[in-house]
């Protein structure tokens, strides 16, 4: 039985069964009500599964019928799949079961490269991958395929990658969120995404990792030391020191001697590519726990710039370089860095300078500030008895088989900026690190790390090889004349000659500063002398040698250059303690040799005989050009003029002796380079020569060096005759932009270390 209804006013109120005057028109009603859900109901199964002939269907269908068919299939479409995800939900929630059923995926990591390298100050570096330093917290992303609940675990697993890959530091932010001084925190929650914020540990392993999360492989990233961390043994106060001694990728090595100075332009380029690589990579066999103390690090890093210890380059001071590249040539650490990466095999050639250069580099890359050192007037200790003894004949011509010291008119190393824990208090700060193969120290060829505040105190047993680095700059030298059958008679004692303008480039300027006074106390000065017996080990009053007649006579001389081309002219300054006239007889032996002292030639003896009156006298001695001027050639190494002088008053017999280094002054050359370029458009410096010596020059080279090429490019020019001229045009195409350095070199056998250099703006 059909139950009471009611409907609006005007419509038929009927109960029980209807009354039969009604019943034609439910029918007409009835058969239109039937047919509209029969369309309802095919257009819903249309919507929800597509029918080729929908379409045909639709298109039969009369327009006021689609649109409220349309209408209604949507709404009951998205009822429908409400009513089925709410009802999904409640079963979840009823069971209890949503996350166990459900299991945690990592869908994505985001390591937010460019954020993190802009905070940690590794945004030059030219690397796909993400470069950090420890101590610093970094952020990163990570997307799930669902919300994070705190029955999770979201795990952060560290590898550290090398010959012994292996898990260092897992965390978790939803229990252990601490490990081995790292941390890590949910710093963001949003739905699915999560930002989660993590600090490595101040003392951290450095090198490259993997980061995997949960089972999600991240990739790999690199870890440094840190100067802006307070708590990292490698952290420099100074904002200003550590854009110099960590970000600056160019600067200047100086070269010479103690009387002419000179600059040599130098890219360090520790952001380039491969050479971070190629650093980690010379330090894989390193421990773990080695590769947390910048000691450790330093230490081994200067091992393997030497290739006598299996690592990147070859030292050659014989002046053949026909097998590779002259020292000379090298103007960056760049390309040395990255050929040995590629090639895992050592590079040819490099002496002292280029060897502090790399090495600089290196330390800069993974994050120990460090800077190129030059110490003018070098000693070479072989003895190690903190003296340097040069033994001589009666015409000043140096004895080899007894002179096994040597001084150097220059030497290069690297001082790196470290706390020395392994040390006492007051060891902190600059310690000289030197890659040149010199001396072996603990079974390779090494020096350093040696604290310069030991090496100023004369505390020579200070780990480590600080005896060898404070002869270098503070041992006294002793010349001896050794006549036939005669023995041998002490012609000076020299305190205050070795170790002079002791040089770096000055922080934020292109200018050289003198830290002399960081390594030792002021020539004569009793903390001085002092520093000197504590490392020699004898009392202050103890014997040592002492000149005869209390040094009656004493010689210096004040010439320090020879224009090349020019006659060898030398100015003596004799001073006695009387004005009576006397008769002094003079040898002066000059030799041709490297900045190493290494001697090449004899360049002949000069022998005068003066009279002398007064207190001070002057005397000239003088020697052709033809002298030295067609033995330039004969080693492919720029040479410098050594003279020992003997003067002995024939009155008196009273000796005295000196010696000097004299360097060439080469002809300039003019080079013509603008102030803009553009990325990938050719750049054209005009270069122009003119050869004023009396020879011809061989093997002429100008050579272009910038970090805005992809490469040192180079143009090789043959010979050029005396009194002919070169002009040529030099073109290259920029790859970088920025305001970058332009380092031109002209080099020829004869003539070395020439260049000129100018910023250029390339956009």
């Known amino acids: 039985m059909l139950q009471n209804q009611c409907v609006a006013p005007g419509s038929s109120c009927v109960g029980g069964m209807a009354a039969r005057p009604m019943a034609a028109p439910f029918s007409e009603l009835g058969g239109m009500i039937w047919k509209t859900i029969k369309v309802l109901l095919f257009l819903i199964d249309m919507v929800l599964k597509p029918h080729p002939l929908a379409a045909t269907a639709r298109s039969h269908l009369p327009q006021d019928h689609i649109k409220r068919a349309t209408s209604c299939s949507e709404n009951n479409s998205r009822s429908a799949i409400g009513i089925r995800l709410e009802s999904d939900r409640a079963a979840e929630r009823g069971s209890g079961t949503m996350d166990t059923r459900k299991a945690l995926v990592v869908y994505s990591v985001n390591m937010e490269k460019k954020e993190n390298a802009a905070a940690h100050h590794t945004l030059d570096f030219q690397t796909t991958k993400l470069v950090l330093r420890r101590g610093q917290l970094f952020n990163m992303k990570v997307i799930l395929n669902r919300p994070l609940h705190p029955q999770d675990e979201l795990k952060l697993t560290f590898f550290v990658r090398g010959s012994k890959e292996s898990s260092l ?44 999360v949960n089972d999600y492989k991240v990739g790999e990233f690199f870890l440094l030391f840190n ?49 971070l690589s190629c650093c980690f990579s010379l330090l894989e066999q390193l421990e773990h726990v080695d590769m947390q103390s910048p000691v450790n690090v330093s230490r081994n890093i200067c091992t393997m710039m030497c290739a006598a210890n299996n690592g990147v380059l070859v030292g050659n001071w014989s002046g053949d370089y026909s097998n ?64 340097v003894d040069i033994y001589l004949d009666e015409s000043g011509k140096t004895i080899a088989h007894l002179t096994k010291d040597s001084v150097w008119n220059f030497h290069v190393w690297t001082d790196a900026w470290m706390k020395r824990r392994d040390l006492p208090q007051g060891n902190d700060g600059w310690q000289v690190l030197d890659a040149t193969p010199q001396e072996i120290s603990e079974g390779s060829f090494r020096t350093g790390p040696s604290p310069l505040s030991a090496i100023r105190q004369g505390a020579v047993q200070t780990q480590y090889d600080t005896k060898f680095v404070f002869t270098e700059v503070n041992g006294d030298k002793f010349i001896w004349l050794v006549k036939q059958n005669k023995g041998k008679v002490l012609l000076a004692v020299e305190t205050a000659s070795i170790g002079k303008h002791i040089s770096t480039k000055m922080v934020g300027e292109n200018r050289r500063e003198d830290v002399t006074l960081q390594y030792k106390f002021p020539e004569g000065s009793p903390e001085e002398r002092k520093a000197m017996d504590r490392a020699s080990g004898k009392r202050p009053d103890e014997n ?115 010696d000097t280094t004299l360097c060439f002054l080469y002809p300039a050359f003019s080079v013509e380079m603008p102030s803009t370029g553009k990325i990938n458009m050719p750049l054209s410096f005009n270069c122009s020569f003119k050869n004023t010596l009396p020879i011809p020059l061989t093997n002429i080279r100008f050579s272009v060096e910038s970090l805005a090429l992809s490469k040192m490019q180079s143009w090789k020019q043959g010979t050029l005759s005396p009194g002919m001229s070169l002009n040529f045009q030099m073109k290259f195409t920029p790859v970088r932009t920025g305001a970058k350095k332009f380092i031109v070199k002209f080099t020829s056998r004869e003539v070395k270390e020439v260049d000129a250099e100018k910023i250029i703006l390339i956009t």
């Open 324 to 387: 590779g590249t002259a020292p000379y040539v090298w103007a960056s650490s760049v390309p040395i860095l990255q050929q040995h990466y590629f090639t895992k095999l050592p590079v040819c050639f490099g002496q002292c300078w280029v060897f502090s250069g790399i090495l600089t580099t290196a330390l800069r890359a993974v994050g120990i500030p460090a800077r190129s050192v030059t110490n003018f007037e070098s000693a070479h200790d072989t003895e190690k008895n903190l003296t």
């Open 544 to 658: 040592k040698p002492t000149l005869p007649h209390n040094s009656f006579l004493q010689i210096h001389v004040r010439q320090n250059s020879v224009e090349l081309g020019y006659p060898i002219t030398l100015t003596l300054v004799l001073k006695r303690k009387t004005h009576t006239p006397q008769n002094v007889s003079i040898s002066c032996s000059l030799d041709l040799q490297t900045y190493t002292g290494n001697k090449k030639t004899n360049l002949g003896v000069i022998q005068k005989s003066v009279q002398i009156q007064g207190q001070e006298s002057e005397v000239a001695l003088s020697m052709d050009a033809n002298s030295y001027i067609y033995k330039l050639g004969m080693v492919d190494d720029e040479v410098v003029i050594k003279g020992f002088i003997i003067a002995e008053i024939t009155e008196t017999g009273d000796k005295a002796a000196t």
């Open 227 to 275: 100067p802006w961390c307070a708590d990292d043994n490698v952290y420099m106060p100074s904002e200003e020191d550590r854009a110099e001694y960590v970000l600056n990728d160019s600067g200047y090595i100086y070269m010479g001697f103690a009387k002419q100075i000179k600059e040599k332009p130098w890219t360090f380029g520790q952001f380039e590519k491969h050479v």
């Open 169 to 212: 530091v897992e965390l978790n932010p939803m229990t252990s969120f601490r490990s081995k001084g790292w941390q890590v925190k949910i710093a963001k929650q949003s739905g699915e995404e999560v930002k989660l914020t993590v600090i490595s540990a101040a003392d951290a392993m450095v090198g490259r990792y993997k980061l995997r």
